[in-house]
C-alpha cells in the first residue's frame, strides 16, 4: 500500500506541475527528514534533486530513499547559495523550511531558488504566519524574528502578516495562495498553527536573457 | 501516470483513516461529479460506498468509474435521511458539499452521517466561511444563507463564522480543524474562497446501545 505524505499542500503542487508541458524535474531545497516529499514526486515521475543543510536529517532522507529503492539525489547545501547554474529546473519548493532563517535570508533563499527556475517554472513556498501558537515565545531578534528552542536547540522562527512575503516575489505570478489556520492534537496537546501557502510561477526573463535579446533586435537595424 | 485528485484536504483524511486499525469502509455524500475522490480511496484499498443527489453528478461519476474500471458504489441518495443502518461504515465525508444545503438541512445531515458511523470513526466535512468572495451574493434568506445563480440554476449556500458549524458536532471529537482562505485563479480572474475543514471522530454511543449497555448491566443485578 502506497504511503499518504503528510506534506499535503505538495499535492496541489505536483497537481499544478502536471498541468503544465515543461520536463518534469524538481529541486527540494530542506529536502531532509524521515519523510521526504521528494520521494512523492519521485513516484509521479519526477526528476527529482534535493539539498539539506543539517546532516542529521539529509541521513534521515537518505536513510529513507535507500530503504524504497529511490534514489531522490539529495546532498548537503545551502539555499542561500545554491550551486545550480540559472534555470536549472522547472520546478522547485521549500515546504515548511524557509521560516527556520532570518527575512533576510529568507529574501536571499527565495531570490536564488527563482534564479535556478527556468522560465514559467513553479515554485511553491510557505511561511509560518503570526496567527501561529508559538509567535512570541523565545528570544526576540526584532520584526517578528524569534530564537527558540527545539529539541533543545536554539532555532530562528521568522512569523509574517498575512501578504508580508509577497515582496519578495519579484517576477513571480501568484498563482495559488492559501491563509490557513489549523488546530490538531500534538503530543495529546491541541496546537494552533498559521501558514501561508503560495504557488508562484517565474514569469520575467532574468536580465542577461533581456539584453541579449535588446543586443539581437538591435543587431537586426 | 496517476492522478492527483483535486480535493486536496481528503488526502488528509486517507492519512487519519489510515493511521486507525479500523475496517476501510468509507461512505461519500455527495459523492458525484466528474473526479469522483471515492476513486481515490478505492486505490488506498478502500471498500466504497457514495450517495448522490442529483442525477447528472451521479451519471458523471459512474462514467468516470467505468472508464477507470472501478466499481465506487455510488447510487442516488438523500444526506439528510441515509438509508443505511447505525454504525455501518468506519469513515464517512462530505467534501464541499453540504453547504449546499440550509443550516437546518446540514444540521440534519451531519446527524445522519453520524449515526452511520462507527464508533471511534471519522467524519471530514467542510463548510463555506464568511470570507468567502460569494458571500453576501444573491437572495438573502436570512442567517447568512443565500440562493445564488450556479450554472444558471438557484443554489443556496450557507457561509459559517468560524466556530459555528461546531455546535453541530455533538458525540464528536475534532481531531483537526483548518480554517482557510484562499486565492486562486478562476476563469482568468482571481477569487477568494474561505472553508473550514474538519476531521471528527465520533466518541460517543449511540442511545440504543447505551440503553441495551445498561439493560445488560441491569440482568447482572
Not at 534533486?49 to 530513499?65: C, P, S, T, V
Not at 524569534?146 to 498575512?162: N, T
Request: charged letters at 30%; glycine letters at 6%.
Amino acid at each position: 500500500m502506497r504511503e499518504i505524505f503528510k506534506q499535503i499542500p505538495l499535492y496541489r503542487l505536483i497537481m499544478y506541475c502536471n498541468e503544465t508541458n515543461m520536463e518534469k524535474s524538481v529541486l527540494d531545497c530542506g529536502a531532509g527528514g524521515d519523510c521526504p516529499p521528494l520521494s512523492l514526486f519521485e513516484e509521479y515521475g519526477y526528476l527529482t534533486k534535493g539539498i539539506e543543510f543539517n546532516f542529521e536529517q539529509l541521513e534521515k532522507a537518505n536513510k529513507y530513499a535507500n530503504k524504497k529503492g529511490q534514489n531522490l539525489n539529495i546532498e548537503n547545501g545551502d539555499m542561500r547559495k545554491l550551486k545550480f547554474n540559472n534555470e536549472s529546473f522547472s520546478f522547485g519548493y521549500s515546504y515548511n523550511s524557509v521560516f527556520h532563517m532570518t527575512k533576510k535570508e529568507i529574501l536571499k533563499s527565495i531570490n536564488e531558488m527563482n534564479r535556478v527556475l527556468k522560465k514559467d517554472g513553479l515554485l511553491f513556498v510557505n511561511f509560518l504566519t503570526i496567527n501561529d501558537f508559538r509567535c512570541g515565545d523565545g528570544v526576540d531578534i526584532g520584526e517578528k524574528q524569534y530564537e527558540q528552542m527545539d529539541d533543545d536547540f536554539p532555532v530562528i522562527h521568522s512569523y509574517f502578516e498575512e501578504c508580508e512575503a509577497e515582496k519578495y516575489f519579484e517576477d513571480m505570478e501568484i498563482l495559488y495562495k492559501e491563509n490557513r489556520v489549523l488546530e490538531r492534537i500534538f503530543e495529546g496537546k491541541k496546537v494552533r498553527q498559521g501558514f501561508v501557502d503560495y504557488i508562484l510561477k517565474k514569469v520575467k526573463w532574468d536580465i542577461f536573457l533581456y539584453i541579449s535579446f535588446l543586443y539581437i533586435i538591435t543587431l537586426d537595424y
